[in-house]
């Protein structure tokens, strides 16, 4: 009997430390772009090649779930970020009259490059709603002749409230933080509207 009690006494005290440390993981599915994305780059005047690093970040913790505000219970994931950074820094140009082209077919042409400096996802549970969050910061750089043109670094924070924060919800908050972040970027850099 005391065997048992001590057997059934170490396997909570594991449960118990792995719910602790977030030790369970969640992959946040891909971004889904707008139907209407096509359509609007179909109507931008100018291609700008585009290139996204984002390493690093597909395969790292970018967060946790977090159970009372401080428990975290699940360490969260998004493997399709470089992806995700592409489809909303994609919305951003192409509200701008720019189509995101993938690589520069000339070494003289002009490439916007874009580099994920630091992401947060995290999902808090505040008892009666949860608060998905993301934040990230977006370097960027105009690069023409292999030389700088411009160059910038901004930041975003997405947040708000709903009635859970699992992966749909962290999901969203994600694409929000991606694309008001790229749309940062793209004002810093002077690539507001083509007239």
Not at 34 to 51: C, F, G, Q, T, Y
Not at 79 to 86: I, K, M, N
Not at 105 to 114: A, F, K, Y
Request: glycine share 6%.
């Amino acid at each position: 009997m005391v065997r048992r009690l001590q057997g059934l006494t170490w396997l909570l005290s594991v449960a118990a430390l792995t719910l602790l440390t977030g030790c369970f993981a969640s992959e946040l599915p891909p971004l889904e772009p707008p139907p209407a994305l096509e359509k609007l780059l179909s109507v931008s005047d100018s291609a700008i090649p585009v290139r996204i690093q984002t390493e690093g970040f597909e395969n790292r913790s970018l967060g946790s779930q977090y159970l009372f505000f401080i428990i975290p219970v699940t360490r969260v994931y998004a493997p399709t970020l470089a992806t995700d950074l592409r489809t909303q820094l994609s919305i951003a140009c192409g509200m701008r009259g720019y189509r995101c082209r993938e690589e520069p077919t000339t070494t003289s042409q002009r490439v916007l490059e874009i580099t994920v400096r630091d992401l947060n996802v995290d999902g808090y549970d505040l008892l009666v709603v949860r608060k998905p969050t993301s934040s990230v910061t977006i370097a960027a750089r105009i690069v023409e002749n292999g030389e700088v043109v411009r160059a910038c670094e901004e930041s975003y924070t997405a947040t708000n409230t709903s009635h859970y924060a699992f992966a749909a919800e962290l999901q969203h908050a994600l694409g929000e933080s991606l694309l008001h972040g790229s749309y940062r970027v793209l004002d810093c850099l002077g690539l507001k509207q083509t007239p």
